[in-house]
C-alpha cells in the first residue's frame, strides 16, 4: 500500500453497522472507526474531516444519506479517497457497487483503503466486480436462510420475532413465554374487555393510570404506556389463544395461552357486533328494494 504516494489524496473515513442479521457479527461503528485510523496513520495518508458513520443497511441502493453524500463529494472533487473497514461496508448491492466501479474508472475515485485491500483505478475490473458480487451474494443468501429459518420456528409453534405485548422472548431456549410483569395485567384488559362496559378510550385509560401497564424495554424503546392503536391491534390478535398468526394462517403455537377462543370470539362480537365465524347470508328481502336507481 504505501509504495504509492497517497499524501495528495484526500480521504474520508466511512463506517457502517446496521442492525438488521447482516450485520450483527460486525465490529461496532467506534470500532471500526480505531482500527481504520490506525491504518491511516500506518500508511501516511491524511483524513478529509470528521469520520462519517452511518447506521443503515447497505442491502438496497439510495437509502443510506450519508454514503450518497459521499458519493456526492466524490463527484464534485471534494473527495477523492475512501477508507473504510471492509469493502461490503461500502456496498452490499450491485447498483452503489456499480457507482463505486465507475468513480474508480473514471479517476475521480482514485483509492479505496480497507483493512486488508487496496482498490485503485488501474486495478482489474473482473476482480473488483467479482469481490462486489460476492458481497452482494452474501446477503441474498442470509435473506432466503433467514426466511427459511423463520418458516419452520413458526412451522414448530414459535413465533419468529418480537411477541406482542404480555408475552417475551426466552433468548436461551429460543421460546416465547409469558412476561411475567404484564402477563396478569393484560389478562385483566381482557376481562374488563368481556363485560362489554368499557370503550377502547377507557381501557387504555384503566391500562394507563390503574394497571400501570408499559411497554417492554427494548434498547433505546419501550418503557411508554400502551398506545390506543395497540391496545385495538391486541383485541384482534388470536395469539392470545394460543393460535400463531403467519403469512395468512393460523398455525398451533406452542405459547401459554391467555384467553380461550371462546372468549376470543365474544370479544370480536363486541367489537363488531356484526362478526361471526359462519358465512353470512347474503340475500336480503327489503319490501321497497329495487324502488329507485
Known amino acids: ?63 443510506r444519506p450519508i454514503f450518497n453524500e459521499l458519493i456526492q463529494d466524490i463527484e464534485d472533487g471534494k473527495v477523492d479517497g475512501i477508507v473504510c473497514w471492509k469493502f461490503d461496508r461500502l456496498s452490499r448491492n450491485p447498483s452503489d457497487s456499480g457507482r463505486i466501479q465507475q468513480l474508480l474508472q473514471d479517476g475521480k475515485l482514485k483509492h479505496i483503503l480497507t483493512s486488508d485491500k487496496s482498490y485503485y483505478p488501474d486495478d482489474n475490473a473482473i476482480v473488483f466486480s467479482v469481490e462486489a458480487g460476492m458481497s452482494n451474494q452474501y446477503v441474498r443468501e442470509l435473506a432466503a436462510n433467514t426466511k427459511r429459518g423463520m418458516q419452520q420456528k413458526a412451522e414448530r409453534g414459535h413465533k419468529p420475532g418480537i411477541p406482542p405485548v404480555g408475552y417475551l422472548n426466552d433468548r436461551i431456549e429460543k421460546v416465547v413465554i409469558p412476561d411475567p410483569d404484564r402477563f396478569d395485567l393484560m389478562r385483566m384488559l381482557w376481562d374488563k374487555m368481556l363485560t362489554g362496559t368499557y370503550s377502547m378510550a377507557q381501557l387504555v385509560s384503566v391500562a394507563d393510570k390503574e394497571l400501570h401497564i408499559t411497554t417492554p424495554v427494548r434498547g433505546k424503546t419501550g418503557g411508554k404506556p400502551i398506545a390506543y392503536s395497540s391496545i385495538c391491534n391486541m383485541f384482534k390478535n388470536p395469539f392470545y389463544t394460543g393460535k400463531l398468526p403467519f403469512k395468512g394462517d393460523l398455525l398451533p403455537g406452542k405459547h401459554k395461552p391467555m384467553i380461550t377462543e371462546e372468549e376470543y370470539e365474544r370479544v370480536q362480537q363486541i367489537i363488531d357486533p356484526s362478526h361471526t365465524t359462519r358465512p353470512k347470508d347474503k340475500t336480503y328481502n327489503f319490501q321497497l328494494r329495487n324502488l329507485f336507481k
Open 1 to 63: 500500500m504505501n509504495q504509492r504516494n497517497l499524501q495528495n489524496i484526500k480521504y474520508k473515513l466511512y463506517a457502517r453497522k446496521s442492525t438488521e442479521t447482516e450485520d450483527r457479527q460486525v465490529q461496532s461503528l467506534d470500532d471500526q472507526v480505531k482500527v481504520m485510523k490506525s491504518i491511516v496513520k500506518r500508511e501516511g495518508a491524511r483524513l478529509d474531516g470528521v469520520p462519517l458513520r452511518e447506521s443503515k443497511s447497505a442491502k438496497r441502493p439510495f437509502v
